[in-house]
T-cell receptor, first 114, second 114 residues
Framework: NAGVTQTPKFQVLKTGQSMTLQCAQD?????MSWYRQDPGMGLRLIHY???????DQGEVPNGYNVSRSTTEDFPLRLLSAAPSQTSVYFC?????????????FGSGTRLTVV | SQQGEEDPQALSIQEGENATMNCSYK?????LQWYRQNSGRGLVHLIL?????REKHSGRLRVTLDTSKKSSSLLITASRAADTASYFC??????????????FGTGTQLKVEL
């Protein structure tokens, strides 16, 4: 049971380049989300999905796109990378229950934009 | 905006001592969760306390929740060097469109010295 798998683990981009951060889970979780973690800022929600075909914006969505064509995958696309997007990105998933539940996090993608 | 704010920001104790971290939040919640993050790693779910619960235990962890004060505390008893990590509280609130949103605080850095 792999849990939440994120690829790549590290990436360096030049300003203006685009890329996709991959996230896959094998727990049949309905809910998936992307966070970014910056020093002193905690984790901030970028986008989330409550099920296949449904996505919505979080706190800091600008510059990022997502799609959810399957239950398992939730890729995050950077359209035109900027230095302000240098961060560590985490994907997380959970069951969609009325009382909520614990989230399972991936190991993160460390992105540097130069 | 940050929903949860942890206090203290940093805590250094000796092995065998207890560690207490506090979290305050602003809005109504379904539940409150605590996570641990080791340096350079993803977040690991520790414990969840629902809004109608006041106290919960899991091994050496004890969590309290006071919804009237919008605050929670995490107590780690008989700390070990392996407990050295950052600890985050996260509040889980229902979204109008379905699903839940997990909002993180900025974390407490715990160092347990031998």
């Amino acid at each position: 049971n792999a849990g939440v798998t994120q690829t790549p683990k590290f990436q360096v981009l030049k300003t203006g380049q685009s890329m996709t951060l991959q996230c896959a889970q094998d727990m049949n979780h309905e809910y998936m989300s992307w966070y970014r973690q910056d020093p002193g800022m905690g984790l901030r929600l970028i986008h989330y999905s409550v099920g296949a075909g449904i996505t919505d914006q979080g706190e800091v969505p600008n510059g990022y796109n997502v799609s959810r064509s399957t239950t398992e995958d939730f890729p995050l696309r950077l359209l035109s990378a900027a230095p302000s997007q240098t961060s560590v990105y985490f994907c997380a998933s959970s069951y969609r229950t009325s009382g909520g539940g614990g989230y399972t996090f991936g190991s993160g993608t460390r992105l540097t934009v130069v | 905006s940050q929903q949860g704010e942890e206090d203290p920001q940093a805590l250094s104790i000796q092995e065998g001592e207890n560690a207490t971290m506090n979290c305050s939040y602003k809005t109504s919640i379904n539940n409150l969760q605590w996570y641990r993050q080791n340096s350079g790693r993803g977040l690991v779910h520790l414990i969840l306390i629902r809004s109608n619960e006041r106290e919960k235990h899991s091994g050496r962890l004890r969590v309290t929740l006071d919804t009237s004060k919008k605050s929670s505390s995490l107590l780690i008893t008989a700390s070990r060097a392996a407990d050295t990590a950052s600890y985050f509280c996260a509040t889980d609130a229902q979204l109008t469109g379905g699903g839940n949103k997990l909002t993180f605080g900025t974390g407490t850095q715990l160092k347990v010295e031998l």
